[in-house]
Protein backbone atom coordinates (compact mmCIF):
# COMPACT_ATOMS: atom_id res chain seq x y z
CA UNK A 1 0.00 0.00 0.00
CA UNK A 2 1.60 2.99 -1.41
CA UNK A 3 1.16 5.67 1.68
CA UNK A 4 2.63 8.70 -0.60
CA UNK A 5 1.61 8.95 -3.74
CA UNK A 6 2.76 10.73 -6.90
CA UNK A 7 0.33 10.24 -9.49
CA UNK A 8 1.79 12.19 -12.50
CA UNK A 9 5.36 10.12 -13.87
CA UNK A 10 6.25 13.19 -15.69
CA UNK A 11 5.78 17.06 -16.17
CA UNK A 12 6.45 19.33 -18.62
CA UNK A 13 6.47 23.08 -18.75
CA UNK A 14 8.15 26.00 -20.70
CA UNK A 15 10.34 27.85 -18.99
CA UNK A 16 9.09 31.17 -17.36
CA UNK A 17 5.78 29.81 -16.20
CA UNK A 18 4.52 27.60 -13.65
CA UNK A 19 5.79 24.28 -12.60
CA UNK A 20 3.00 22.66 -10.05
CA UNK A 21 4.39 19.11 -9.16
CA UNK A 22 1.86 16.89 -6.63
CA UNK A 23 1.62 14.78 -3.70
CA UNK A 24 -1.16 12.70 -1.87
CA UNK A 25 -0.73 10.59 1.48
CA UNK A 26 -3.32 8.31 2.39
CA UNK A 27 -1.29 8.14 6.30
CA UNK A 28 -2.78 10.89 8.69
CA UNK A 29 -0.50 10.05 11.09
CA UNK A 30 2.34 12.10 8.81
CA UNK A 31 3.21 15.54 10.28
CA UNK A 32 6.13 16.56 8.18
CA UNK A 33 6.82 16.86 4.36
CA UNK A 34 9.64 17.07 2.16
CA UNK A 35 10.56 17.52 -1.60
CA UNK A 36 13.66 16.38 -2.71
CA UNK A 37 14.88 17.44 -6.17
CA UNK A 38 17.06 14.38 -8.52
CA UNK A 39 19.57 14.92 -11.08
CA UNK A 40 20.64 11.34 -12.54
CA UNK A 41 23.54 9.78 -11.15
CA UNK A 42 23.42 12.07 -8.20
CA UNK A 43 21.31 11.26 -4.77
CA UNK A 44 18.15 13.48 -3.96
CA UNK A 45 19.26 17.00 -2.45
CA UNK A 46 16.60 18.70 -0.24
CA UNK A 47 14.57 21.18 -1.44
CA UNK A 48 11.82 22.71 0.37
CA UNK A 49 9.52 21.26 3.60
CA UNK A 50 6.34 21.87 5.60
CA UNK A 51 5.10 20.96 9.09
CA UNK A 52 1.17 20.08 9.01
CA UNK A 53 1.11 23.29 11.45
CA UNK A 54 1.52 25.28 7.87
CA UNK A 55 -0.46 25.25 5.27
CA UNK A 56 2.40 26.96 2.84
CA UNK A 57 5.87 27.45 3.05
CA UNK A 58 8.20 29.33 0.37
CA UNK A 59 11.44 29.86 -0.09
CA UNK A 60 13.05 32.10 -3.08
CA UNK A 61 11.11 30.35 -6.51
CA UNK A 62 9.88 27.11 -4.42
CA UNK A 63 6.47 27.11 -2.56
CA UNK A 64 4.75 23.97 -0.84
CA UNK A 65 1.08 24.21 0.03
CA UNK A 66 -0.50 21.83 2.09
CA UNK A 67 -4.36 20.92 2.05
CA UNK A 68 -4.38 18.93 5.61
CA UNK A 69 -8.27 18.18 4.96
CA UNK A 70 -7.56 16.54 1.42
CA UNK A 71 -4.44 15.14 2.54
CA UNK A 72 -2.75 17.09 -0.60
CA UNK A 73 0.46 18.92 -0.72
CA UNK A 74 2.13 20.57 -4.26
CA UNK A 75 5.63 21.96 -5.11
CA UNK A 76 4.78 25.12 -7.03
CA UNK A 77 8.28 26.58 -9.27
CA UNK A 78 7.61 30.20 -10.40
CA UNK A 79 9.17 31.01 -12.74
CA UNK A 80 10.51 27.40 -13.99
CA UNK A 81 14.08 27.59 -15.26
CA UNK A 82 15.63 24.88 -17.37
CA UNK A 83 18.01 23.97 -14.80
CA UNK A 84 14.99 22.54 -12.60
CA UNK A 85 14.43 19.81 -15.03
CA UNK A 86 14.90 16.76 -12.72
CA UNK A 87 12.87 14.04 -10.92
CA UNK A 88 11.00 15.49 -7.39
CA UNK A 89 10.31 13.38 -4.54
CA UNK A 90 7.59 14.14 -1.78
CA UNK A 91 8.50 12.46 1.02
CA UNK A 92 6.75 12.48 4.34
CA UNK A 93 7.10 11.05 8.02
CA UNK A 94 5.69 11.35 11.42
CA UNK A 95 7.57 11.13 14.66
CA UNK A 96 10.80 9.31 14.38
CA UNK A 97 9.23 7.04 11.36
CA UNK A 98 11.71 6.85 8.04
CA UNK A 99 11.04 9.29 5.35
CA UNK A 100 8.19 7.59 2.78
CA UNK A 101 8.85 8.41 -0.58
CA UNK A 102 6.70 9.04 -3.65
CA UNK A 103 7.75 7.28 -7.07
CA UNK A 104 8.75 10.85 -8.13
CA UNK A 105 7.77 13.16 -11.25
CA UNK A 106 10.09 14.02 -13.87
CA UNK A 107 10.02 17.32 -14.66
CA UNK A 108 11.42 18.75 -17.95
CA UNK A 109 11.56 22.62 -18.58
CA UNK A 110 11.23 23.36 -22.44
CA UNK A 111 13.49 26.80 -23.49
CA UNK B 1 32.16 20.38 5.93
CA UNK B 2 32.44 16.76 3.66
CA UNK B 3 28.74 14.89 2.46
CA UNK B 4 27.38 11.37 2.38
CA UNK B 5 30.21 8.94 1.00
CA UNK B 6 29.02 5.94 -0.48
CA UNK B 7 31.25 3.12 -1.33
CA UNK B 8 31.99 1.90 -4.73
CA UNK B 9 30.14 3.98 -6.76
CA UNK B 10 29.49 1.29 -9.32
CA UNK B 11 29.52 -2.29 -8.78
CA UNK B 12 28.52 -5.37 -10.80
CA UNK B 13 28.10 -9.32 -9.22
CA UNK B 14 27.07 -12.19 -10.56
CA UNK B 15 23.49 -14.21 -9.01
CA UNK B 16 24.22 -15.81 -5.91
CA UNK B 17 27.25 -13.67 -4.66
CA UNK B 18 26.88 -11.42 -1.90
CA UNK B 19 27.63 -7.67 -1.56
CA UNK B 20 28.67 -5.11 1.02
CA UNK B 21 28.22 -1.66 0.65
CA UNK B 22 29.27 1.35 2.31
CA UNK B 23 28.28 4.28 3.80
CA UNK B 24 29.95 7.26 5.93
CA UNK B 25 27.06 10.04 7.05
CA UNK B 26 28.14 13.73 7.53
CA UNK B 27 30.57 14.52 10.66
CA UNK B 28 28.37 14.61 13.87
CA UNK B 29 25.17 12.95 12.46
CA UNK B 30 23.84 9.84 14.68
CA UNK B 31 21.34 8.30 11.88
CA UNK B 32 21.86 6.39 8.37
CA UNK B 33 18.98 4.75 6.08
CA UNK B 34 19.09 3.51 3.27
CA UNK B 35 17.09 3.56 0.51
CA UNK B 36 16.79 1.39 -2.81
CA UNK B 37 15.73 3.00 -5.96
CA UNK B 38 14.51 1.25 -8.85
CA UNK B 39 12.70 3.16 -12.08
CA UNK B 40 9.22 1.49 -11.71
CA UNK B 41 9.37 1.57 -7.54
CA UNK B 42 10.62 4.88 -6.85
CA UNK B 43 12.85 5.29 -3.19
CA UNK B 44 12.10 2.27 -1.14
CA UNK B 45 13.15 2.80 3.00
CA UNK B 46 15.20 -0.61 3.68
CA UNK B 47 16.86 0.21 7.22
CA UNK B 48 18.03 2.76 9.38
CA UNK B 49 20.55 2.46 12.32
CA UNK B 50 21.05 5.15 15.02
CA UNK B 51 23.62 4.95 17.76
CA UNK B 52 24.73 1.34 16.44
CA UNK B 53 20.55 0.09 16.97
CA UNK B 54 18.48 -0.88 14.06
CA UNK B 55 15.67 1.63 14.52
CA UNK B 56 13.70 0.74 11.51
CA UNK B 57 13.19 -1.64 8.89
CA UNK B 58 10.96 -1.66 5.81
CA UNK B 59 9.81 -4.59 4.02
CA UNK B 60 12.94 -6.41 2.32
CA UNK B 61 14.03 -9.77 2.80
CA UNK B 62 16.59 -10.87 4.95
CA UNK B 63 18.58 -11.10 2.76
CA UNK B 64 19.53 -7.44 3.26
CA UNK B 65 21.02 -6.94 6.22
CA UNK B 66 23.39 -3.99 8.09
CA UNK B 67 24.92 -2.52 10.72
CA UNK B 68 26.85 0.63 12.14
CA UNK B 69 29.71 1.37 13.53
CA UNK B 70 30.44 3.67 16.63
CA UNK B 71 31.96 6.28 14.26
CA UNK B 72 28.19 6.00 12.62
CA UNK B 73 29.99 4.74 9.53
CA UNK B 74 26.85 2.26 8.29
CA UNK B 75 27.60 -0.71 5.92
CA UNK B 76 24.73 -2.61 4.19
CA UNK B 77 24.54 -6.51 3.00
CA UNK B 78 22.88 -8.25 0.40
CA UNK B 79 23.86 -11.84 0.35
CA UNK B 80 22.19 -14.56 -2.62
CA UNK B 81 22.48 -12.12 -4.98
CA UNK B 82 19.46 -11.46 -7.43
CA UNK B 83 18.53 -10.21 -10.95
CA UNK B 84 16.09 -7.89 -8.76
CA UNK B 85 18.35 -6.57 -6.30
CA UNK B 86 20.15 -4.76 -9.50
CA UNK B 87 19.22 -0.93 -7.91
CA UNK B 88 20.51 2.22 -6.85
CA UNK B 89 21.32 2.43 -3.28
CA UNK B 90 21.56 5.45 -1.69
CA UNK B 91 21.98 6.24 1.68
CA UNK B 92 20.99 9.29 3.88
CA UNK B 93 22.15 10.82 7.30
CA UNK B 94 21.05 12.75 10.03
CA UNK B 95 21.43 13.85 12.65
CA UNK B 96 18.68 12.29 14.91
CA UNK B 97 16.45 9.48 13.96
CA UNK B 98 13.52 10.20 11.60
CA UNK B 99 15.43 13.49 11.03
CA UNK B 100 13.48 16.28 9.45
CA UNK B 101 16.35 16.90 7.00
CA UNK B 102 18.18 13.71 4.85
CA UNK B 103 21.02 14.30 3.38
CA UNK B 104 21.50 11.63 0.73
CA UNK B 105 24.95 10.48 -0.95
CA UNK B 106 24.92 9.88 -4.75
CA UNK B 107 24.44 6.20 -4.36
CA UNK B 108 25.99 2.80 -5.01
CA UNK B 109 24.54 1.31 -8.40
CA UNK B 110 24.47 -2.24 -8.36
CA UNK B 111 24.21 -4.05 -11.60
CA UNK B 112 23.92 -8.26 -11.33
CA UNK B 113 23.72 -10.44 -14.10
Known amino acids: DQQVKQNSPSLSVQEGRISILNCDYTNSMFDYFLWYKKYPAEGPTFLIS?????DKNEDGRFTVFLNKSAKHLSLHIVPSQPGDSAVYFCAALSGNTPLVFGKGTRLSVIA | KAGVTQTPRYLIKTRGQQVTLSCSPI?????VSWYQQTPGQGLQFLFEYFSETQRNKGNFPGRFSGRQFSNSRSEMNVSTLELGDSALYLCASSYDSGGTEAFFGQGTRLTVV
Open chain 2, 27 to 31: SGHRS
Open chain 1, 50 to 54: ISSIK
